[in-house]
């Protein structure tokens, strides 16, 4: 079984950055994404990516803003968050599966962290 552990929320202050790490307990993936819980969406899509990177996608909400990004060597999934906004408030989830093109739908991922809050305050 592969277990995702996300690190890296916290508080911080609109304008402020933050960096979430996804570190997977084994294996390769053929692509991994984060999601986000907000009072407005359940598991809504943030971003994804190939394991091997290369075909990054966003929601719009974040573009320029959000990069993700990885470490295939200490199987690391990370998401470099900038200008950071309230509404950028949620629990971020790390979520890996075996298909090679980075979904945003999240009944495409079988793997699934168990979330790390962010808060942003105005």
């Known amino acids: 079984q592969v277990q995702l552990v996300e690190s890296g929320g916290g508080s911080v202050q609109a304008g402020d950055s933050l960096r979430l790490s996804c570190t997977a307990s084994?294996?390769?993936?053929?692509?991994w994404s984060w999601f986000r819980h907000t009072i407005e969406k359940e598991r809504d899509f943030v971003a994804a990516?190939?394991?091997?990177?290369?075909?990054?996608r966003y929601t719009d909400s974040v573009k320029g803003r959000f990069t993700i990004f990885g470490d295939n060597r200490q199987n690391t999934l990370f998401l470099q968050m900038n200008s950071l906004k309230p509404e950028d408030t949620g629990v971020y989830y790390c979520?890996?599966?075996?298909?090679?093109?980075?979904?945003?739908?999240?009944?495409?991922?079988?793997?699934w962290g168990q979330g790390t809050q962010v808060t942003v305050s105005s």
């Open positions: 084994r294996g390769t993936f053929g692509s």
């Open positions: 979520a890996a599966a075996s298909s090679s093109i980075p979904e945003t739908t999240q009944d495409d991922y079988a793997y």
């Open positions: 990516d190939t394991w091997r990177g290369g075909k990054a």
